[in-house]
């Protein structure tokens, strides 16, 4: 039985009928899927973001997105479905986020693929539209980042383009918001139209072309008709492709080795060849360069001959961080008072009006201590973290990141980690979580999971709560040197640890570091304030929704059995916490609250200084009184150590075992336990024969 196109919405394995077919346009009518496909940092998540009001992570480098994120976009009351996927340069699979991109456009088949193109760099960009336009996608193209070709004195002309491709285009500047309307109408005048178009016919020269037609032979039945020629492309190419293709494969490998034997150069470079061949073509029709102002990326260029300095790429790197957490304090600090200020302010009106209307004790102590206390100290701590978000977000969108990977490779070769590895480590700044998803652009499976059982010694930024508090109290000058040694000492046991484990696990050679470097481009202040304000609101809401919960449980905790003191040690949390302290009296913090907080800290590290806050029944500045009498400088490093080291979070400890599954996330949770426990140790015995 032939192969006929697909129901949009449901795959049909019978001839359709006319009545299917009616109804399959009643439905396309109604709800549409669009994929966004494209290169590696073409803007395609800046556009997803734009057309359906959503948040993903955008950054000026390749490889931000690794999943599909679906979203929806609404013109006059019409609503279809965007997806948004990992770039990828073809439709071919080498990492596992090239793998989500083709498996959607290929097995999924979307009703329609917006093909986001760098406008700046057409030639390479077109390639993947070219192969989408051979599958016979419903293709719309959109020429992003046109305000950069432009100021490169790049012309294109969007109706020829239009016509040599068969398809509509686009032009958008992503980060404006130019063309985006435009945009959303195509996109929804893509349901009326069939979900297929014919398949972009490149020659390839006869030989070639005799090859995919007896390849095309051989997959009769197997694949749909219209896409056969496409298949016999690829296993031409040399891919390896479903099973039932067996027999079609073996007569493309016969076909290749013949022309490699004969031309003494392979089918598949035959193929590229031609296909950039016809992309080389349309270029000449439709693109213009002004040689009045075309001009190279010279201030990339003049940049990056500093950054990436030989000597100087790596002290500027972590003079940059040095310089991160100076702004965090200095510009954060003066905020943070003032919100603590009007937590402090709240809870003694409180007092006084509970006092008024001679409430119960218990519901005083529940109002300030767990939710005034432990949850305002962790808000009071929002403009400090807002402040790294905006430094993480001006580094993320500059392009500097991509900078720093390449910098930092030759370092991390030497200690056995692959270059590309840096970035999941420098976004585990911003949050584990979502840099251990970042991995997915590795492309050997050892050096992901090498770099996921390091990254939760990245210090997030829902560690810094905890620095704040300590570093307030014991280092008042030297906060952002102190801080920043955590960061470091993070980053240093990271590495040696990959070294480790790379040498107890997989003993194998690194690859050599392929990475494009994006041109720098000038951080708006939307691309900034934009993902920042999402940050600090999911801070903001965690605080809420995982901080107040732990500390009402650790307030009931610490009243229980009924009677005894607030929080004293005969409490059940002082008994709970009693059990564990002499484990960290060796590290200079054997109290049972110390115990309790890192135990709290499990559910997420925000709640380490909200529970302190709690038991302690404090503010932010009551509790730095606290901590400098009952700790050390010394044991007070040991401790921000300690949390800096120890068990990872359960977000961050579910996200490995979704990737690496149970062993590997019971083996991270053992190893940084022993790791934080053995150096905080460390550091408290050793300081206390020096200090
Ligand atoms: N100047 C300029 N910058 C843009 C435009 N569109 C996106 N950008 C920037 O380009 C960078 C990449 O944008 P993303 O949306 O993350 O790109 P992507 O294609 O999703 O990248 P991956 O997910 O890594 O494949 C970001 O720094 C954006 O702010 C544009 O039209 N003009
Ligand atoms: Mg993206």
Redesign the pocket.
């Known amino acids: 039985m032939p192969f006929r196109p697909k129901c949009p919405i449901r795959v049909l394995r019978s001839r359709p009928t006319p009545r299917n077919d009616a109804r399959c346009q009643v439905r396309a009518k109604r709800q549409i899927k669009i994929a966004i496909a494209?290169n590696?940092?073409?803007?395609?998540?800046?556009i997803f973001n734009a057309l359906t009001g959503a948040n993903v992570a955008?950054?000026?480098w390749?490889?931000?997105?690794v999943e599909r994120h679906e979203g929806r976009s609404n013109y006059r009351g019409h609503e279809v479905t965007i997806v948004d996927l990992?770039?990828t340069y073809a439709l071919d699979a080498w990492t596992l986020d090239e793998r989500v991109a083709r498996d959607f456009l290929i097995k999924e088949k979307p009703d329609g693929v917006i093909a986001?193109v760098d406008a700046a760099n057409l030639e390479r960009n077109l390639y993947l539209v070219v192969q989408l336009l051979e599958l016979g996608a419903r293709v719309v193209v959109v020429l992003?980042?046109i305000?950069?070709a432009r100021g490169k004195g790049v012309e294109i002309d969007t109706a020829k383009l239009a016509a040599a491709l068969g398809v509509k285009v686009v032009s958008?500047?992503?980060?404006t918001g130019e063309g985006i309307e435009q945009l959303r109408e195509v996109i929804h005048n893509l349901g009326r139209e069939e979900k297929t178009a014919p398949p972009l016919r490149i020659d390839y020269g006869a030989e070639v072309e005799r090859g995919i037609e007896s390849v095309a032979n051989a997959l009769a039945r197997k694949v749909p008709d219209n896409e056969r020629r496409w298949w016999a492309l690829k296993l031409l190419e040399g891919e390896t492709a479903l099973p039932e293709m067996a027999e079609a494969e073996r007569v493309a490998a016969g076909i290749r080795a013949e022309l490699t034997q004969r031309h003494k150069h392979d089918a598949s470079s035959a193929i590229v060849e031609r296909r950039y061949g016809f992309i080389k073509g349309v270029i000449r029709e439709c693109v213009h360069k002004r040689p009045d102002i075309a001009r190279g990326p010279e201030l990339s260029e003049a940049i990056d001959s500093i950054v990436l300095n030989r000597w100087l790429g790596v002290p500027l790197f972590f003079l940059l961080m040095a310089l991160t957490f100076y702004l965090v304090f200095a510009l954060g600090t003066p905020l943070a008072e003032l919100i603590s200020r009007l937590f402090a302010f709240l809870g003694k009106e409180l007092h006084t009006g509970l006092a008024l209307f001679r409430a119960p004790e218990w519901l005083g102590s529940f109002l300030a201590d767990a939710l005034i206390d432990g949850v305002g100290t962790v808000l009071s701590l929002v403009p400090n973290i807002a402040i790294l978000y905006i430094i993480i977000s001006l580094l993320e969108?500059s392009g500097y990141m991509a900078r720093a990977a390449f910098v930092m490779d030759r370092f991390m070769h030497l200690l056995g980690l692959h270059g590309k590895s840096f970035i999941p480590i420098i976004m585990g700044f911003g949050c584990n979580v979502p840099a251990i998803l970042a991995t997915h652009t590795l492309e050997s499976r050892k050096d992901r999971i090498l770099t996921i059982l390091v990254t939760p010694l990245m210090s997030c930024s829902a560690r810094l709560p905890i620095y704040i508090l300590f570093t307030a109290a014991f280092f008042p000058r030297q906060r952002g040197m102190v801080v920043f040694s955590l960061y470091l000492l993070g980053i240093l046991l990271a590495v040696l640890g990959a070294r480790l484990f790379r040498w107890l696990f997989f003993r194998a050679e690194t690859a050599p570091l392929i990475m494009e470097l994006p041109p720098y481009?000038a951080p708006t202040v939307r691309?900034v304030l934009r993902p920042t304000w999402h940050r600090t609101l999911l801070f903001i809401r965690r605080a809420v929704v995982v901080v107040a919960p732990t500390v009402v449980v650790i307030w009931l905790f610490a009243r229980l059995p009924w009677g005894v003191p607030y929080a004293a040690q005969e409490s059940l949390l002082g008994k709970i916490g009693s059990l564990f302290a002499p484990l960290l009296k060796p590290a200079g913090f054997g109290y049972w609250w110390a115990a309790v907080t890192l135990l709290a800290g499990v559910v997420a590290k925000e709640v380490v200084v909200g529970t302190m806050a709690t038991i302690h029944g404090v503010g932010p500045e009551g509790l730095a009184l606290i901590v400098r009498h009952e700790f050390t400088p010394l044991s007070a490093y040991a401790f921000m150590v300690m949390s800096l080291l120890y068990l990872p979070c359960i977000a961050t400890f579910t996200a490995i075992r979704r990737e690496l599954g149970w062993r590997w996330a019971t083996f991270t949770a053992g190893y940084t336990l022993m790791l934080g426990w053995l150096t905080a140790t460390a550091i408290y015995q050793i300081g206390r024969v020096f200090l």
């Not at 590696?40 to 800046?46: A, D, E, L, R, V």
């Not at 390749?62 to 997105?65: L, N, S, Y």
């Not at 958008?172 to 980060?175: G, Q």
């Open positions: 494209g590696p940092n073409s803007g395609k998540s800046t955008v950054g000026n390749p490889g931000v997105t990992p770039g986001v992003n980042m305000d950069i958008t500047v992503a980060t969108d481009h691309t």
